[in-house]
């Protein structure tokens, strides 16, 4: 199976300042990777997929980059409605596969 | 609008088996994949499976060979997934989610809102 390791594990982080999240797969999926946000108590909310294309209703301050082994989510400016769990996910074959997840505080 | 509504939650005891069904609407359901995603209590989520609607196919992990059964009903477009011998490790919320493309397997945009299945004696 495809290993998804996330970093960091946890962030805080002010309103207003870039977020980064990385995730690294233990072999080659090419673009096919995910982003979700997890809120507590809520389903996961998709918002990025195929590496970098924008899921249709998420702000544009989301983004993501990245092939092969190694991803980045990125938050331009950190709203105080972003907190929350973020993973990634690579659906290149069987099975697929999660991050442990990113969890995102609010400062 | 695509929308994908649960069943309510369950409580078994160790060694029951418990069904959980997601009833979609907005889309062609014979079209689109359907995964199931649990997650146990402040823990990660983890895939559980995969059917096909179209074809009946499955995918599951090995970890659930045996124990896991997908099926669909066309009719209501409704998703099901039976989870056999449960022990307290299945308890967890249960989510199913759409794949994103007919021929994008595993690649997900849509989720339910879960079902908190408990294990308890």
């Known amino acids: 199976d495809i290993q998804m390791t996330q970093s960091p594990s946890s962030l805080s982080a002010s309103v207003g300042d870039r977020v980064t999240i990385t995730c690294r797969a233990s072999?080659?999926?090419?673009?096919?990777l995910a982003w979700f946000q997890q809120r507590p108590g809520k389903a996961p909310k998709s918002l990025i997929y195929?590496?970098?294309s924008l899921q249709s209703g998420v702000p544009s301050r989301f983004s993501g980059s990245g092939s092969g082994t190694d991803f980045t989510l990125t938050i331009s400016s950190l709203q105080p409605e972003d907190f929350g769990t973020y993973y990634c996910?690579?659906?290149?074959?069987?099975?697929?596969?999660f991050g442990q997840g990113t969890k995102v505080e609010i400062k | 609008q695509v929308h994908l509504v649960q069943s309510g939650g369950e409580v078994k005891q160790p060694g029951a088996s418990v069904k959980v069904s997601c009833k979609t609407s907005?889309?062609?359901?014979?079209?689109?994949?359907i995964n199931w995603v649990r997650q146990a209590p402040g823990q990660g989520l983890e895939w559980v499976g995969w059917?096909?609607?179209?074809?009946?196919?499955?995918n599951q992990p090995l970890k659930f060979h045996g124990r896991v059964t997908m099926t669909t009903d066309t009719s209501t477009s409704t998703v099901f997934m039976e989870l056999k011998s449960l022990t307290s490790d299945d308890t967890a919320t249960y989510y199913c989610?759409?794949?994103?493309?007919?021929?994008?397997?595993?690649?997900?945009?849509?989720w339910g809102q879960g079902t908190l299945v408990t294990v308890s004696s």
């Open positions: 989610a759409r794949d994103r493309d007919p021929s994008d397997w595993y690649n997900i945009d849509y």
């Open positions: 907005g889309y062609s359901f014979s079209n689109y994949g």
């Open positions: 059917i096909s609607p179209f074809s009946g196919n499955t």
């Open positions: 072999q080659a999926i090419g673009i096919a």
């Open positions: 195929s590496a970098s």
């Open positions: 996910q690579h659906s290149n074959s069987y099975p697929p596969t």
